[in-house]
């Protein structure tokens, strides 16, 4: 199994992963580094078939992100660690969550639903298209980051790429809510109030069945508004936090 390319922060007795959203890669989490390094070991990868970490097949799938997850915890030496994804990212996290328990402390879901309905996905799709990205000026920074998967104009199939594993005629992320009444560690939700592409309805849906679950709802907040990096120290902070707490009275 593939080992995704990742960069390491921090000595602290407990682990932390930070998965990126599609189209990203680990440098998105780059806010956060400096205050989640000073207390865990922060591991950073690029997900397969985004930034440095090649896709051989062209084929993303969100099982293939998981297990590239596991193969780099197996490298580190890494028994189990906490887990915080973002939108793509957090869809691996709910499938490590599911089908690796025993390798996950606790989870993060960051601007994610647990499954692709229709007219989430046709959302999904509006972002597959460069000019969305075009629009918030990014198309610049997306082409020098994902240059090492094919030239300048890779970043194009990066997203469409993401797009593809997130369909649901086929994608791996389709949940039923009663598999998370099953997860016997802690959650903490992460949604902002308006996200078409990750509907405050289902963060609650989710919510009300993981049985030690927190929700933190982001306002006035879409998709690409809720970012961590415009957050970035209340985003940090709440990581903390959640962490931190021993049990669920606390």
Same mark, same amino acid.
């Given at each position: 199994?593939?080992?995704?390319?990742?960069? =390491?922060?921090?000595?602290?007795?407990? +682990? !932390?992963?930070?998965?990126?959203?599609?189209?990203?890669?680990?440098?998105?989490?780059?806010?956060? @580094?400096?205050?989640?390094?000073?207390?865990?070991?922060?591991?950073?990868?690029? !997900?397969?078939?985004?930034?440095?970490?090649?896709?051989?097949?062209?084929?993303?799938?969100?099982?293939?992100?998981?297990?590239?997850?596991?193969?780099?915890?197996?490298?580190?030496?890494?028994?189990?660690?906490?887990?915080?994804?973002?939108?793509?990212?957090?869809? =691996?996290?709910?499938?490590? +969550?599911?089908?690796?328990?025993? #390798?996950?402390?606790?989870?993060?879901?960051? #601007?994610?639903?647990? /499954?692709?309905?229709?007219?989430?996905?046709?959302? =999904?799709?509006?972002?597959?298209?460069?000019?969305?990205? /075009?629009?918030?000026?990014?198309?610049?920074?997306?082409?020098?980051?994902?240059?090492? /998967?094919?030239?300048?104009?890779?970043?194009r199939r990066v997203i469409e790429r993401v797009s593809e594993a997130l369909n649901?005629?086929?994608?791996?992320?389709?949940?039923? !809510?009663?598999?998370?009444? #099953? !997860?016997?560690?802690?959650?903490? @939700?992460?949604?902002?109030?308006r996200d078409p592409v990750s509907p405050l309805a289902d963060a609650l849906d989710?919510?009300?069945?993981?049985?030690?679950?927190?929700?933190?709802?982001?306002?006035?907040?879409?998709? @690409?508004?809720?970012?961590?990096?415009?957050? +970035?120290?209340?985003?940090?902070?709440e990581i903390i936090r959640f962490l931190a707490r021993e049990d669920k009275s606390?």
């Amino acid at each position: 199994m593939m080992i995704p390319y990742d960069q =390491t922060y921090g000595s602290g007795a407990q +682990s !932390l992963v930070l998965l990126h959203s599609g189209g990203m890669a680990g440098e998105e989490w780059q806010p956060q @580094i400096a205050a989640l390094s000073k207390r865990y070991r922060l591991l950073v990868p690029d !997900l397969p078939g985004h930034g440095k970490t090649l896709l051989p097949d062209d084929q993303l799938s969100i099982g293939k992100l998981a297990a590239a997850v596991i193969a780099m915890l197996d490298a580190e030496g890494i028994a189990s660690a906490h887990i915080c994804g973002s939108s793509m990212g957090a869809a =691996t996290a709910m499938y490590l +969550s599911l089908h690796y328990p025993e #390798r996950v402390e606790k989870a993060v879901f960051y #601007r994610i639903s647990y /499954q692709k309905t229709g007219g989430t996905y046709e959302q =999904t799709r509006l972002m597959a298209d460069p000019a969305y990205w /075009q629009r918030f000026g990014l198309q610049a920074w997306l082409s020098k980051l994902h240059e090492p /998967q094919g030239g300048v104009e890779a970043w194009r199939r990066v997203i469409e790429r993401v797009s593809e594993a997130l369909n649901p005629a086929h994608s791996e992320h389709s949940h039923r !809510l009663e598999d998370f009444a #099953r !997860l016997d560690k802690s959650v903490l @939700i992460i949604t902002g109030d308006r996200d078409p592409v990750s509907p405050l309805a289902d963060a609650l849906d989710l919510y009300r069945v993981i049985p030690n679950c927190g929700l933190w709802v982001m306002p006035f907040a879409s998709h @690409i508004t809720a970012s961590n990096t415009w957050r +970035s120290e209340a985003f940090a902070e709440e990581i903390i936090r959640f962490l931190a707490r021993e049990d669920k009275s606390s």
